[in-house]
C-alpha cells in the first residue's frame, strides 16, 4: 500500500500540467468538466452514484469504500487514446490525443470502514484555432488543467447503509491565449492564465435492500457544496515579433468572490441479479447559472447555463466460476449532458454510447487483476445555432489489481 500511494504523489505533479482534451468549447468557464468515472465506469456510460462493488474503486460516492473486504487492497489506474474530428461549415480537422488518466488505491480501515487515495482530472483545457480579422489575422489557443489529489473515507453505521466523504486538494493552471498579427506583420500575444489553488468537499451515501436470495437494489446520492475558487488569475501581454520589450502583466487579483461552482446534486439507482447482471441509472444536477467566472481587460465573462445529465449502465457477466469467456465482464452504456457552458445563447450539449470487457487476469491464488477495455462514442454541439462540430472515439484501458495483501502478510 505504501509503494501504491509513493507512486500516486509522484505521478501527479508529473501529469499535473497536462490536458487530454481537444475542444474549442473548452476555451469557455473552467473547460470541460470530468466526473471522476473510471475505465469501468466509462464503459457502462458513466455510472457510479449507487455502485458498491468491493472489488472496484468508485470514487463518484465516496460511501462505496467501506464494501471492500477487510483482507483487499485495491489499485487501480487508467490510460486513454482519443480521436477528435472537429468540423465547422465546410472546415474538418482531427487530431489524436492521450495519456495516463488516474490513479487510485482503496484499502479496509477495519471491518465496517474504508478508504481510498487518488489523483484525477477536475477539468481539462485544449484548443487552437484561428480567424481572418480586419487588419491581419487573430488565433486563438488553450491548454492546461485544473486537477484532483483526494483522500476519502467511508463507514457502515449499519447493515445496508453506507456513508463516506472526500476531501480533495484541486491545483493546476488554464492558459487561454490570443495572437493578434497585423497586416505590418507584428505579433501580439495575450495570455489568460487561471490558477487554482483550493480544496474541496463531497458526500456520499448508500442503502442496499436484498430482495430474496438473487437480488439486489441500492440508492446512492452524493452531495458536494458550491463554493468560491481560491487560487490568483491575471492577464500578460506579449509582443512576441521583439525580444526587447518587456512582458505586461494587468489585472492580476485573487479569485475568491469572482469565480465560483455551484452545489454538485446526484442521484443513483442500481440493481444487481445472482453476481451476473448490474444495471444502474444516474442523474446529475448543477445550478451553474448563478456561478460566476470573472473576465479581464473589458473580456466579458463566462456564461453559464444550469447543467444536468443522465446515465444509464449495464454489464452481463455469464458465469462468474464457468470457463474463460463466461467470466468475462461484458459492459453497455449511454449518456445524455445539458452542459453548463454556453456560446453566446447558445447551450453545449453531448451525447454518448459506450461498451466495454472487464477480462479478468489470475496470476496467482492471492492476486485477481482485471483489464478494463473500454470504447465510447461522444458526440458534442451548440444548440440552437450549430457552431462547431465535434465527434469523437475514446479507447480507456484501465488495470484493477485486486490482491489479498493483508491475509498475504499474515501467512508468509
Not at 375 to 386: D, G, I, L, N
Amino acid at each position: 500500500m505504501a509503494v501504491a500511494m509513493a507512486l500516486i504523489s509522484l505521478c501527479a505533479p508529473s501529469v499535473s500540467a497536462q490536458s487530454n482534451v481537444v475542444s474549442p468549447y473548452s476555451r469557455f468557464g473552467y473547460g470541460i468538466l470530468n466526473d471522476h468515472a473510471s475505465s469501468t465506469q466509462r464503459a457502462m456510460g458513466g455510472i457510479g452514484y449507487a455502485m458498491n462493488d468491493g472489488r472496484q474503486i468508485n470514487s463518484m460516492n465516496p460511501a462505496s469504500y467501506a464494501a471492500i473486504d477487510t483482507l483487499t487492497f485495491l489499485f487501480d489506474m487508467g490510460v486513454d487514446l482519443k480521436s477528435v474530428n472537429l468540423k465547422q461549415g465546410n472546415e474538418s480537422g482531427n487530431k489524436l490525443t492521450g495519456g495516463l488518466d488516474y490513479l487510485s488505491i482503496q484499502f479496509p480501515l477495519g471491518k465496517y470502514m474504508g478508504g481510498s487515495v487518488g489523483f484525477l482530472p477536475y477539468s481539462e483545457t485544449g484548443y487552437a484555432f484561428g480567424e481572418e480579422i480586419v487588419n491581419g489575422e487573430e488565433a486563438h489557443q488553450g491548454q492546461g488543467a485544473i486537477n484532483e489529489l483526494y483522500v476519502g473515507v467511508s463507514a457502515r453505521p449499519f447493515k445496508g447503509f453506507t456513508i463516506g466523504a472526500n476531501v480533495s486538494y484541486l491545483f493546476g493552471n488554464l492558459i487561454n491565449d490570443t495572437y493578434l498579427t497585423t497586416d505590418n506583420s507584428s505579433t501580439t500575444l495575450f495570455e489568460k492564465v487561471l490558477e487554482v489553488r483550493d480544496y474541496d468537499l463531497r458526500f456520499g451515501a448508500q442503502y442496499s435492500v436484498n430482495i430474496g436470495s438473487k437480488h439486489r437494489a441500492t440508492l446512492g446520492v452524493v452531495y458536494s457544496p458550491g463554493k468560491d475558487f481560491r487560487g490568483k488569475t491575471y492577464g500578460v501581454y506579449y509582443d512576441v515579433t521583439t525580444t526587447t520589450n518587456k512582458p505586461d502583466t494587468v489585472g492580476y487579483t485573487h479569485l475568491k468572490g469572482k469565480y465560483s461552482r455551484p452545489a454538485t446534486y446526484g442521484i443513483g439507482l442500481n440493481y444487481q441479479w445472482n453476481n451476473r447482471v448490474m444495471a444502474e441509472v444516474d442523474f446529475t444536477y448543477q445550478p451553474w447559472r448563478d456561478a460566476k467566472a470573472g473576465a479581464l481587460e473589458g473580456f466579458e465573462p463566462s456564461k453559464f447555463d444550469n447543467r444536468w445529465k443522465v446515465n444509464l449502465g449495464l454489464q452481463y457477466t455469464p458465469d462468474p466460476r464457468g470457463s474463460y469467456l463466461k467470466r468475462v465482464r461484458y459492459r453497455v452504456g449511454a449518456l445524455y449532458n445539458r452542459d453548463y457552458i454556453m456560446v453566446g445563447d447558445n447551450n453545449v450539449k453531448d451525447i454518448g454510447i459506450s461498451f466495454g470487457l472487464g477480462l479478468p487476469t489470475p496470476i496467482s491464488r492471492l492476486t485477481k487483476t482485471v483489464v478494463n477495455l473500454g470504447f465510447e462514442y461522444r458526440h458534442r454541439q451548440s444548440s440552437p445555432v450549430k457552431l462547431v462540430t465535434e465527434n469523437y472515439f475514446q479507447v480507456t484501458l484501465g488495470i484493477n489489481f485486486n490482491e489479498l495483501w493483508f491475509w498475504q502478510n499474515k501467512i508468509q
